[in-house]
């Protein structure tokens, strides 16, 4: 697979492949763990439903914390600000993390921003963690890998021959040729067209303005092509269309595509 992705300067971010979501050893672990977590916090009331939406705020992982290791962090049990979230997620990871043995960072493999913002492979690895630490005896499903692809972002202060070498050689079938990143991807023209071929879909004329000359044209044209992304399974739904990170294309991206282990024998 892939990936276009708009971030920044000298950030990595790591996606699950949307072909390993659908992976039934996966579907089944994210069950097991959503029928572990509603079976410890039955006499609270506590009720989860998706792995990704109602644990980043930090509310079910202070109970867990609370409930198996007997450890109440002073903290509101509803926070509803970003910042009270974030907060509070720290406290909590910081004494999950000593609870687990796991205060040597490196060896960590979630933290407060992947939890927060609601990143499956980091909640799973922290839940697994958190399985074997207190209920080892627990029947997990066994040999669980799924595909990721590691996304490094720098920036370059000239164009990178190699992305524009990457572009080219996609869009030389449709007679078109990149050599301005910056201006030739500011209407989102080239990137729509650019997602529609490396995922093998076309995007419909009357969807998109093909040849925009307004500013609220382009910005259409962009905020389409980052629907697509998100659609695909490529989370940059913190990217703002008329951002700063939009007028950056010519970053130089380094993909990596390897298997994340879940839970093994």
Not at 104 to 112: A, C, E, M, P, Q
Not at 201 to 226: D, I, K, Q
Request: charged residues 15%.
């Amino acid at each position: 697979m892939h990936v276009v992705n708009i971030s920044h300067t000298g950030e990595k971010q790591t996606f699950i492949q949307p072909t390993s979501l659908k992976d039934p050893k996966l579907e089944k672990l994210k069950q097991a763990l959503v029928y572990w977590i509603n079976s410890t916090l039955k006499a609270e009331h506590i009720v989860v439903q998706s792995l990704e939406e109602d644990l980043y705020d930090g509310l079910v992982l202070h109970h867990l914390l609370s409930r198996l290791a007997g450890v109440h962090v002073s903290v509101a049990d509803i926070a509803l600000t970003s910042l009270a979230q974030i907060r509070k997620l720290g406290l909590i990871l910081e004494q999950l993390d000593k609870r687990l043995g796991l205060q040597d960072g490196s060896r960590i493999k979630w933290n407060v921003k992947l939890i927060h913002n609601k990143d499956l492979l980091a909640t799973i690895h922290l839940l697994v963690a958190m399985v074997r630490a207190f209920q080892p005896e627990l029947d997990l499903p066994q040999n669980v890998t799924v595909e990721v692809v590691v996304v490094e972002v720098s920036f370059s202060l000239s164009f990178s021959r190699a992305i524009l070498h990457f572009v080219n050689q996609n869009m030389s079938s449709m007679g078109l040729q990149v050599a301005d990143m910056d201006t030739q991807f500011a209407d989102g023209v080239i990137l729509l067209l650019l997602i529609g071929q490396l995922e093998g879909f076309c995007v419909p004329l009357c969807h998109f303005n093909l040849t925009p000359v307004s500013p609220s044209e382009m910005l259409h044209n962009v905020t389409l092509a980052l629907d697509l992304l998100n659609d695909t399974g490529l989370q940059v739904s913190s990217v703002d269309p008329q951002g700063e990170e939009m007028t950056h294309t010519h970053t130089l991206l380094t993909q990596h595509t390897h298997s994340a282990v879940l839970a093994t024998e």
